[in-house]
């Protein structure tokens, strides 16, 4: 039996040796585009999405289900890999999670009914949430303290520019193929690419003495431990409750810019500029964090975020509120949200560097259903104005900024950690 054991843990060891090394560059880039399926499959069915309503028969705000079905769906798969990802390495899960994105993805394109595209996209959600669930978890494999957030940070800045241009990219497959169908299979092919990238050149990043039986009292004191940590509990929720007000942006965002503002031409410009200043915070981010610290900048940014979503909620009472208000004050939050994710990210998994898969799992599905039930909801609320929007961005951030305050028992700005921390 021991024998038996040795053989089974010395095969990935022994595969990974053959394997090319990969480095810091080329691995941020390769978790940020694993990541990004999960934002193109949001982001490029955007524009279609009156396409969609019109071909299936769906009516008013029902169109944003296609969207926060699969978020929703997304925050409840998270649960399921990081536990399996614990026990039998990053990379067989991965490759689980890439064949249903992948496969799902086409029998989207398949959809005859508005009702099963829905549900599709939940399965899809569902099925492929290790690609959300787990870079994080390979990334705190390798590093810690403030270097993670500052790898997260680059990851986010490369991340970001898939839903900067993936409705661009939607749009143009949409006027190219004729069909909104065709978004979906570029979806799949997406998958494959990273499929192939992942099995090519990703190692095994799990160390062995790290590994974790398939246990369910286990994994459930993991996960719970994950989660009910006051240190961290605190930027869990505050993440999620930051990032509800743009999964509401998200989804009310195509009528919300084409309707309201009667800029639907521009619809996938106006939402890459918003999107693009997120990722050049991200990268602004990545090189002031490890100096300043984590907790110190994101603080600093929740502080202000505030501060900008009373301006918008001001604009928004306004009867004439246009365009030239609401999206530098849009593209200003989202740039903020780049000093806040990837910052609130790490800190929430720092403690947790031998549970890794199922802390990120638990964190992730406790961010992911909060965010995405209040961004259908606040997406929902949309009755033609920019209101709604405004009020929840203002609200979810105060609310972030109490629970970050009882993490840290009421001391804000704290210094730099360090990578062993």
């Known amino acids: 039996m ?11 060891q022994a595969e990974a040796a053959r394997r090319p090394k990969i480095g810091e560059r080329e691995l941020i880039w390769m978790m940020a585009l694993l990541m990004a399926c999960n934002a193109f499959g949001i982001d490029a069915i955007l524009p279609a999405l009156d396409a969609v309503a019109s071909d299936l028969g769906a009516a008013g705000n029902s169109r944003q289900f296609v969207v926060g079905a699969y978020l929703l769906a997304a925050g409840f798969g998270t649960l399921v890999p990081g536990a399996f990802a614990d026990r039998y390495g990053r990379r067989p899960v991965l490759f689980v999670a890439l064949f249903f994105y992948i496969t799902l993805s086409l029998a989207c394109a398949a959809a005859t009914s508005f009702d099963m595209l829905v549900a599709l996209r939940a ?5 492929a949430a290790g690609i959300i669930a787990l870079p994080p978890a390979i990334i705190r494999d390798r590093v810690g303290g403030d270097k993670m957030a500052r790898m997260m940070s680059l990851i986010f800045v490369i991340f970001l520019l898939v839903p900067a241009i993936a409705p661009s990219i939607g749009q143009f497959v949409l006027h190219l193929m004729g069909d909104w169908r065709w978004i979906f299979v570029a979806m799949a092919v997406l998958g494959a690419a990273m499929t192939l990238w992942v099995h090519i050149r990703l190692p ?4 062995e003495g790290d590994r974790q039986d398939i246990h369910v009292p286990t994994i459930l004191r993991n996960m719970t431990s994950a989660v009910t940590l006051r240190e961290t509990i605190g930027y869990t929720l505050g993440s999620a409750l930051v990032f509800g007000g743009l999964f509401g942006f998200i989804n009310s965002s195509q009528q919300l810019i084409g309707e309201a503002f009667g800029a639907g031409d521009d619809f996938p410009m106006i939402f890459a500029i918003c999107a693009g200043c997120m990722a050049i915070a991200n990268w602004s981010n990545s090189r002031i964090v490890e100096r300043v610290g984590a907790r110190r900048v994101s603080h600093v940014a ?24 609401f999206v530098p004050l849009m593209a200003a939050n989202m740039s903020l949200l780049g000093f806040i994710g990837a910052n609130f990210g790490s800190i929430a998994l720092q403690p947790f560097r031998h549970i890794a898969g199922a802390a990120s799992s638990a964190q992730g599905f406790l961010r992911m259903t909060s965010g995405a039930a209040l961004g259908a909801f606040i997406g929902y609320s949309y ?13 979810t951030a105060v609310l972030s900024l109490v629970f970050v305050m009882f993490s840290e028992k009421g ?3 704290g210094p730099p950690v360090a990578e062993d921390d």
Do not use: C, N
Request: glycine share 6%; hydrophobic share 50%.
């Open 383 to 395: 009755d033609g104005t920019a209101r709604p929007l405004a009020l929840a961005l203002l609200a």
């Open 123 to 127: 399965a899809q959600g569902f099925f």
């Open 204 to 207: 095994e990043t799990l160390h």
């Open 411 to 413: 001391e804000l700005f």
């Open 302 to 325: 929740l502080f202000v975020f505030i501060g900008v979503a009373a301006a918008q909620l001001y604009f928004a009472s306004q009867p004439d509120e246009t365009l030239w208000t």
């Open 2 to 12: 021991r024998t038996e054991q040795m053989a089974t843990g010395e095969r990935p």
